[in-house]
């Protein structure tokens, strides 16, 4: 009696078996990578530089104002197995602030990793670092941080003079992104007929206020019964913004 063909177990094996293959494939092509290798010279196959916030292209960070350092990590490999083989000298500069080495070298022949830190950071004031590696091939990495001013902030101001409901107002000097309101267990509930509230979900518990600079949003929430304004939390980058009267 011929047996029956289970055409479910047939295409499990084989997609466990073309995992396998593609799994050592790529370990295999890596290895391939790094044996091949010419004696004296460096190509660009084989040198890796990298930067764990800086880039070729040149990224711009915002920071929060008092912010007096920022640390950031330059190395010589991608993975386990790509990594460069010749040592590589780094040159460190920056446009103002301290860094605290001008210079580094990432050993070659296994993974390594440098930590640079930018000090002496102020608030309202840009800081450029460039950062470039050296083995026969030169690659130079770059990234802007810039410090908001203490005068570029968002606030928040919550009026509780009428009984019936409360007014959030999130409102901003020179700054601006996305801010959360959240409001669970504070016994509020968003005014549906309210700009800016009409489509907003009931059963949500927090709201999302994508904020321009130099403008003001007023939100009114029905109080339900005695509000818990410790459980209303405005952030702004993860962190609760102050309080101010609007100006």
Excluded: H
């Amino acid at each position: 009696m011929s047996k029956k063909f289970n055409l479910k177990k047939f295409l499990i094996i084989t997609c466990a078996v073309l995992a396998i293959i593609i799994t050592i494939s790529t370990s295999a092509y890596a290895l391939y990578i790094r044996s091949n290798s010419f004696s004296g010279v460096v190509s660009s196959d084989q040198y890796y530089f990298e930067s764990n916030l800086l880039t070729e292209s040149g990224t711009t960070y915002e920071l929060n104002s008092g912010t007096k350092s920022i640390s950031f990590n330059v190395s010589n490999y991608l993975d386990n197995y790509r990594y460069s083989d010749e040592d590589i000298t780094v040159t460190i500069t920056t446009t103002s602030g301290t860094v605290d080495k001008t210079t580094t070298t990432l050993t070659g022949g296994s993974i390594d990793t440098e930590t640079i830190t930018l000090s002496n950071l102020e608030d309202g004031q840009s800081y450029t670092v460039s950062v470039t590696g050296l083995a026969g091939y030169k690659k130079t990495l770059q990234a802007t941080f810039v410090v908001r001013s203490s005068d570029d902030q968002i606030y928040k101001y919550i009026d509780t003079s009428n009984p019936a409901y409360i007014l959030i107002t999130v409102w901003s000097t020179n700054a601006s992104g996305n801010v959360i309101i959240s409001f669970e267990g504070a016994n509020i509930v968003p005014d549906k007929t309210w700009p800016g509230l009409i489509d907003f979900d009931l059963n949500a518990k927090s709201l999302e206020v994508n904020v321009s600079k130099y403008s003001s949003y007023v939100y009114r929430f029905f109080v339900t019964s005695t509000t818990n304004l410790a459980n209303i939390s405005v952030k702004y980058d993860g962190n609760e913004v102050n309080e101010k009267t609007p100006s």
